[in-house]
């Protein structure tokens, strides 16, 4: 399927592991991102990619690790999962780097016990 | 102070108003100016995109941006149950740079038919 898929669509966890969600996109977009959803905050920007091995941090980047050794492939990864990273986490990718090229994921719903 | 505020809602309305949405903000440099539309657990989609001040109209939909009051408002008219979702205004000083898009908590709509 054309688009930008995530998986694992909904995740639970103990607090203290380590969780890898997954985003690939068929589009060969330069650009991915990673935002997370919550309450009282709306979306905020955890890292993004500009292209395959260029990675930055974004608003909120502490605990999360991301990697993109494939354009298509954009993995977040949590290295020791906390509470507070309970939230439901968007993919997003654009061609250009453009707001209005943004192309968001269905999302993954992660609790974290 | 948040970058960007919105009524969370929630916000009834019976089919064919007309539906006001509204967003303040505090950063006078914010130059471009969105509204996502998202469906329950689904990602957001780019419903509107405008430059500076003015109005933008698309079909039912449209986007206005006062810069002078720091304040942007989404208009749908003939409002419609397929428009039930949530909305979220960004905001943004550049066009890109993934580092400095702003967004608001989301106001959900819901149209009663």
């Known amino acids: 399927d054309a688009g930008i898929t995530q998986s694992p669509r909904y995740k639970i966890t103990e607090t203290g592991r380590q969780v890898t969600l997954m985003c690939h996109q068929t589009?060969?977009?330069?650009?991915m991102f990673w935002y997370r959803q919550d309450l009282g905050h709306g979306l905020r920007l955890i890292y993004y990619s500009a292209a395959a091995d260029i990675t930055d941090k974004g608003e909120v980047p502490d605990g999360y690790v991301v990697s993109r050794s494939k354009t298509e492939n954009f993995p977040l990864t949590l290295e020791s999962a906390t509470r507070s990273q309970t939230s439901v986490y968007f993919c997003?990718?654009?061609?250009?780097?453009?707001?209005?090229?943004?192309?968001f994921g269905p999302g993954t719903r992660l609790t974290v016990l | 102070q948040k970058e960007v505020e919105q009524d969370p809602g929630p916000l009834s309305v019976p089919e064919g108003a007309i539906v006001s949405l509204n967003c303040t903000y505090s950063?006078?440099?914010?130059?471009?100016f969105m509204w996502y539309r998202q469906y329950s657990r689904k990602g957001p989609e780019l419903l509107m995109y405008t430059y500076s001040s003015g109005n933008k109209e698309d079909g039912r939909f449209t986007a206005q941006v006062d810069k002078s009051s720091k304040y942007i408002s989404l208009f749908i008219r003939d409002s419609q149950p397929s428009d039930s979702a949530t909305y979220l205004c960004?905001?943004?000083?550049?066009?890109?740079?993934?580092?400095?898009?702003?967004f608001g908590t989301g106001t959900r709509l819901t149209v009663i038919p």
């Open positions: 960004a905001m943004s000083v550049g066009q890109t740079g993934a580092n400095n898009l702003f």
């Open positions: 589009w060969s977009h330069s650009y």
């Open positions: 997003a990718s654009s061609e250009s780097g453009y707001y209005n090229e943004q192309f």
């Open positions: 950063n006078s440099a914010f130059q471009y």
